[in-house]
């Protein structure tokens, strides 16, 4: 367990909170892995300058692996890397909504209230041999080479079935009714990436997974398409979006961005089951907004955090995400000046800001592909769940009558919060928190669901 603590926590247990500044310990998170079919994909944009990162979830036989984006532009070989996974995991770790614990103070003892403040044979082959029967299914390859441990072409198409077609016969797995799904994309005169394992390549690797695909691009639109991904899913998908920015928070501009409920006192117990409690109250919280929302978790200036359930990333790391903007000190480079190597993180506020995007999605409710804007709100949010520990002992100054008075309401209040959230049962809630079960006490939760 890590303690971390940017002001004190000096008032009185159960007085109103300063909501900028939290001191208590992380005890838990609620990160990717709690969700079983969560890809994750990272945006790092600046004017009209765009990184995208998408690590591939994928499992299966690397022979059947087919990844199809639509973009604006032809995508030179260049403008294409492999990313890191680790990135992934430091972004998800450092934004993930957390579980706090704070202990009460002796009501006894007040205290002041004080505040701190190269392309493959295969590629060439299929370039040299296929032109006629592209041109035939209104295909053009516009470019082809491999990056890493995958092949990569670059795909412009006049007609949706012509490219289902050819992906087929290329060798790309698609799913039945992919040119449906591919036909408003070829009106708006996109270009398509399309990716599949060079199996060769990746043996070199050593690794059975595969590692993320990375690309960059210039274009007015801010958006991700999402509707390709959902043509064979068996059910509703989890998509956790770090949007990475320098003005502020990043919203949806075609369905509702709404914030998750936070700073919610919960009882003591939860810390046991911290991933049940997330899961369900995201379900519930899914289903309380229509199934059409997408979700804000997190959103702080990514040079500090408070409380951290991670270390912030460093400048190198940053980069790595996509972050073409920052020099190794943390500071914002001009347009076109190439980041200097050998400087030293200095920490602090850096002109980056991540806004954490989380949207369960399927085809009925989401029916059109994320488009975003970034807004110049820079308050600072976080998914923060607290967990209060009482003061035990024995105290026979008046504080002490008072504060066991206000604790039997505020536990009260704890198991309220917590059936509201999840829709748990609220007797099986008390029973675990072991509240007196008399008439008058248990009226509250069965006015709950009326």
């Not at 971390?4 to 939290?22: G, I, N, S, T, V």
């Not at 400048?315 to 073409?324: K, M």
């Amino acid at each position: 367990m890590r303690s971390f603590c940017l002001a004190a926590l000096l008032a009185l247990p159960l007085a109103p909170r300063e909501a900028r500044a939290f001191c208590g310990f992380y005890v838990g998170k609620a990160d990717t892995k709690l969700f079983n079919k969560a890809s994750q994909v990272i945006l790092a944009r600046d004017g009209d300058r765009m990184v995208i990162s998408m690590s591939n979830d994928y499992r299966g036989d690397l022979k059947e692996f087919a990844l199809v984006v639509p973009v604006p532009v032809v995508l030179k070989k260049e403008q294409v890397h492999i990313g890191k996974r680790e990135v992934f995991e430091r972004l998800d770790a450092y934004s993930a909504p957390r579980l706090v614990e704070y202990h009460d103070p002796n009501p006894c003892m007040r205290v002041a209230a004080m505040r701190a403040a190269s392309a493959g044979s295969a590629m060439a082959k299929m370039s040299a041999d296929g032109g006629a029967r592209d041109k035939a299914l209104g295909v053009t390859v516009e470019a082809a080479y491999t990056v890493g441990e995958y092949d990569i072409v670059i795909l412009g198409a006049k007609q949706s079935d012509g490219l289902e077609t050819w992906l087929g016969e290329n060798g790309y797995k698609m799913p039945k009714g992919a040119s449906r799904a591919l036909q408003p994309y070829i009106k708006q005169k996109l270009k398509f990436f399309v990716a599949k394992v060079n199996l060769g390549e990746q043996a070199k690797t050593g690794t059975s997974t595969l590692r993320p695909l990375q690309f960059a691009f210039e274009s007015p639109r801010y958006m991700l398409p999402i509707r390709l991904g959902m043509i064979n899913a068996d059910g509703p998908q989890d998509l956790v979006i770090y949007a990475l920015g320098r003005t502020g928070r990043v919203e949806t501009t075609n369905y509702r961005t709404v914030k998750l409920p936070s700073d919610m006192d919960l009882p003591e117990f939860v810390k046991d089951e911290f991933p049940k409690f997330y899961k369900d109250m995201f379900a519930k919280a899914v289903e309380g907004e229509g199934k059409r929302a997408v979700f804000t978790e997190y959103f702080w200036n990514m040079g500090w955090c408070d409380p951290c359930s991670a270390d912030p990333l460093s400048p190198e790391e940053l980069r790595q995400a996509g972050v073409f903007w920052l020099s190794d000190d943390g500071s914002a480079l001009q347009p076109g000046i190439r980041p200097r190597r050998g400087g030293r993180w200095a920490g602090g506020g850096v002109p980056v800001f991540i806004t954490r995007l989380h949207v369960r999605y399927d085809p009925e409710h989401f029916p059109e592909d994320l488009v975003f804007q970034e807004t110049a709100d820079n308050q600072n949010f976080q998914g923060r769940y607290v967990m209060r520990h009482a003061w035990k002992d024995d105290g026979s100054c008046p504080e002490a009558g008072d504060y066991r008075r206000q604790l039997a309401k505020r536990r009260e209040q704890e198991a309220k919060t917590l059936a509201t959230l999840t829709g748990w049962d609220p007797a099986e809630i008390r029973q675990k928190m072991r509240l007196g079960e008399k008439a008058a006490e248990e009226q509250w939760y069965k006015d709950i669901f009326r």
